[in-house]
């Protein structure tokens, strides 16, 4: 995949279990946070975003959490199917600026059946 | 399909030399994004246009550029390129600059 170069953590799940995928963000005042999928030869896919003044927001089969204390964002997925294996990237964009996203480094979720 | 569409998917030349990359955004969206995806970067944003101006600037080289046509179609130029553009370039578009839709990229290999 595009991303081998890059020393991506990997997450191992069973198929219809339950996926939580951790990003760390660097910039406290970032207003969105938004969560990609990547599948391999395809470009980034939007999944779902929370506002900074959300702590939660929940989608289909998807939940993302926002911890602003310490900075720390997490994509929940629930009944992991393989169709879900991808590269996940959590990115942050400061509203304002031009709604530039800045991109976490992604992390590889492989179902296994 | 995301409805952005990338021209051309992939892209072979020689250092040195200069290419243009095509993106045509999802009818009614005036935000076109660029982004470089390289395996030692990672996903990197280069430049914002929206209705022809440009709106933000990232780590964009001097030796690239970009700019956005009436139609809001977008290119990216690559001049005097170096191995190390070698890379996969995303275009992006958005209705309101929170959810970005990406096209299928256009892999560059620079040789």
């Known amino acids: 995949g595009e991303n081998v170069g890059l020393h991506l953590p990997t997450l191992s799940v069973q198929e219809g279990d339950n996926s939580i995928i951790n990003c760390a963000y660097s910039?406290?005042?970032?207003?969105?946070f938004i969560w990609y999928k990547q599948e391999s030869g395809k470009g980034p896919q939007f999944i779902i975003d929370i506002r900074s003044n959300m702590d939660k927001r929940q989608g289909q089969r998807v939940t993302v959490l926002l911890n602003k204390t310490v900075k720390h964002l997490s994509l929940q997925i629930a009944a992991t199917q393989p169709g879900d294996s991808a590269v996940y990237f959590c990115?942050?964009?400061?509203?304002?600026?031009?709604?530039?996203?800045?991109f976490g480094t992604g992390t590889q979720l492989k179902v296994e059946l | 399909d995301s409805g952005v569409t990338q021209t051309p998917k992939h892209l072979i030349t020689a250092t040195g030399q200069r290419v243009t990359l095509r993106c045509s955004p999802r009818?009614?969206?005036?935000?076109v994004y660029w982004y470089q995806q390289s395996l030692d970067q990672g996903l990197q944003f280069l430049i914002q246009?929206?209705?022809?101006?440009?709106?933000a600037k990232g780590n964009i080289l001097e030796r690239f550029s970009a700019q956005q046509f009436p139609d809001l179609h977008s290119e990216l130029n690559l001049s005097s390129l170096e191995l190390g553009d070698s890379a996969l370039y995303f275009c992006?578009?958005?209705?309101?600059?929170?959810?970005?839709?990406f096209g299928p990229g256009t892999r560059l290999t620079v040789l």
């Open positions: 246009y929206y209705n022809g101006e440009e709106r």
């Open positions: 990115a942050e964009i400061l509203t304002g600026g031009g709604n530039k996203l800045t």
């Open positions: 910039n406290s005042a970032s207003d969105y």
């Open positions: 992006a578009s958005s209705p309101r600059g929170i959810e970005q839709f």
């Open positions: 009818s009614g969206d005036l935000s």
